[in-house]
């Protein structure tokens, strides 16, 4: 769905050593940026923690060759019955939903996408497709956030106050996304405010960054198109890359470090020289996962149990595959005296977001992902409440049923429609119309014909099927006598429908058959026969139910 780690991080293992075979579809800014994001993910992983049996390089090379690009909107048919379409979900660049469509079902996987545009990106959109499953990340599953505007002017203001006093701002971001935005937001405050504190950034990352926001343009927002011709956003005046060694400089700075839990990498060995000095600030500008160092801080933690390594021994003197070391893990105690802030610039749908996507694309069935389980459980009773849909939050490894009632497509043959359309009132709009027909299915299409027609394309002839009832009751008088006076009764009650008496004294009322006969030695016991058509079942319905004519027992009394 998109470059994130937490949804692209185990394609290579996925695809070269557990031995997917199949295709891979992504977005023409994820493929661009997937394989730097896997590279970093790698060396940190292999060359910094000593994991071993991980990915190699070679193995994200041949993985990224088996992706295909897609376009947004663009339907691809992956084989007969399988297809998908990508829409913008906003996120990061190239951020795609996918729409996953077999036969007459389908699901759509939000991936992670933000309903509220940025100063980079454009809010995220999806048609009313109605899908059958609509899978939607949760992490702000009870969050509705305030106004965007009020956000940065807390943030601009924290950051200027903690400069002022002398203090250093570390914001941890991860590479691509939120932090193009809050450069974008410092560059244009610092421009205004003529500032002069320096602001980083880690090294390479606005390098790459700037190439592949200029490469793919058409994904920001209006504003940022618009202006591109005549200025690049991301060409930078007040940001500059950043060294380590600056870390240990005097006077106030901003310092834009990965990763964006302080879990790892450049963020976290910053905020360990920085977080003893109370002038200090960090900024944690999203959602950070527990375990993490950036969500021990946001819950209030200040005395860190940190862990590192150390060489103890080894022949050092060797480079490459032939160096080897031995390491001890050693711990320390951090404590937090610089100033903590929490404040989301997370490109994630808040609850109020993930209500709107869901009002947008109209799904029958919603399945929350990405979340934590208590909060997942209070937006689930909302979505419930509010849609009247079932939500499901499965756990990690827990399978979901999702029952379904799909549209199957019938073709109408255009001789049925105007039949059915000079029969009885013209169609209202808002109502659905009954149609018959006959339905012919061959070679998985549906078509719905006339009878005639059906008839003449299978080559068979027509056939009435008539129910007969049978009905015995006590009547002195001769069959014709008793004949008549059930058919004058039938006049007197039933006016609107044609009841004729026939020359072999039955009667027919429209197209339902009557009658009296005589089949046991008793001439004085009766037999009623009323025979109908599949058709007019209603009308005899009707007589049945007619005052005067509910049951035929007492007809000798009645007449």
Not at 133 to 146: C, G, K, V, W
Not at 178 to 186: F, G, K, N, S, V
Not at 290 to 297: A, L, R, Y
Not at 395 to 409: D, K, L, Q, R
Request: charged share 25%; with cysteine.
């Amino acid at each position: 769905a998109h470059f994130h780690l937490d949804h692209c991080g185990a394609l290579p293992y996925f695809s070269e050593m557990v031995g997917y075979d199949g295709p891979i579809y992504m977005t023409h800014p994820t493929k661009a940026i997937c394989p730097i994001l896997l590279e970093d993910f790698r060396k940190i992983t292999v060359d910094k923690k000593g994991e071993t049996n991980f990915f190699t390089s070679q193995m994200i090379k041949d993985c990224m060759k088996k992706v295909v690009a897609v376009h947004l909107h663009q339907t691809v048919q992956v084989d007969d019955e399988l297809e998908i379409k990508a829409y913008y979900a906003g996120h990061v660049l190239g951020a795609a939903m996918f729409q996953i469509k077999v036969g007459c079902e389908s699901v759509v996987y939000t991936g992670d996408y933000n309903m509220t545009p940025d100063r980079h990106l454009g809010a995220a959109w999806i048609d009313k497709c109605r899908p059958d499953l609509l899978i939607s990340e949760s992490t702000y599953a009870t969050t509705i956030r305030d106004s965007k505007r009020c956000r940065e002017r807390d943030f601009l203001k924290k950051v200027h106050e903690a400069i002022e006093r002398g203090g250093k701002v570390l914001i941890p971001v991860f590479a691509l996304g939120r932090a193009q935005e809050l450069c974008i937001l410092l560059e244009t405050f610092w421009e205004r405010m003529n500032l002069k504190a320096p602001i980083y950034f880690s090294t390479g990352l606005t390098e790459k960054a700037n190439h592949y926001y200029k490469l793919f343009i058409t994904w920001t927002n209006q504003k940022i198109r618009k202006t591109f011709v005549q200025r690049n956003m991301f060409e930078f005046k007040h940001i500059k890359a950043f060294d380590r060694a600056f870390a240990d400089n005097p006077g106030p700075m901003v310092v834009f470090a990965t990763p964006g839990m302080l879990h790892a990498g450049q963020s976290l060995q910053i905020f360990k020289k920085w977080a003893g000095n109370e002038k200090n600030m960090v900024i944690m500008p999203g959602y950070c996962v527990q375990g993490t160092v950036g969500h021990k801080i946001l819950g209030g933690q200040r005395k860190l149990e940190m862990e590192g390594r150390q060489i103890v021994s080894g022949n050092v003197s060797q480079e490459g595959p032939s160096a080897v070391a031995d390491w001890i893990r050693i711990h320390s105690e951090l404590e937090v005296k610089m100033q903590v802030e929490y404040m989301s610039f997370s490109a994630h749908a808040d609850a109020k977001g993930i209500m709107q996507l869901i009002r947008q694309a109209e799904p029958r069935n919603v399945l929350l992902v990405h979340g934590e389980a208590k909060k997942m459980e209070f937006l689930k009773q909302k979505i419930e409440q509010e849609f009247h849909v079932t939500c499901h939050m499965p756990a990690n490894g827990e399978t979901v049923t999702v029952h379904t009632n799909p549209n199957i497509p019938v073709d109408v043959s255009l001789g049925l429609l105007k039949r059915e359309l000079t029969i009885g009132p013209l169609p209202d709009s808002k109502r659905p119309k009954l149609m018959h027909g006959t339905l012919i299915i061959k070679d998985n299409s549906f078509r719905l014909v006339s009878p005639e027609q059906a008839l003449k394309e299978l080559g068979l002839a027509e056939h009435q099927l008539r129910f007969t009832c049978r009905i015995h009751f006590q009547d002195p008088r001769k069959e014709h006598e008793t004949g008549l006076r059930l058919y004058n009764h039938l006049k007197t009650f039933l006016k609107d429908y044609s009841v004729q008496h026939l020359s072999d004294t039955s009667i027919m009322v429209e197209s339902i058959l009557i009658q009296v006969t005589v089949q046991s030695e008793d001439p004085a016991t009766k037999l009623l026969l009323v025979s109908w058509t599949y058709q007019v079942r209603f009308l005899f319905y009707t007589c049945y139910h007619t005052p005067g004519f509910q049951s035929p027992l007492p007809l000798s009394k009645g007449l």
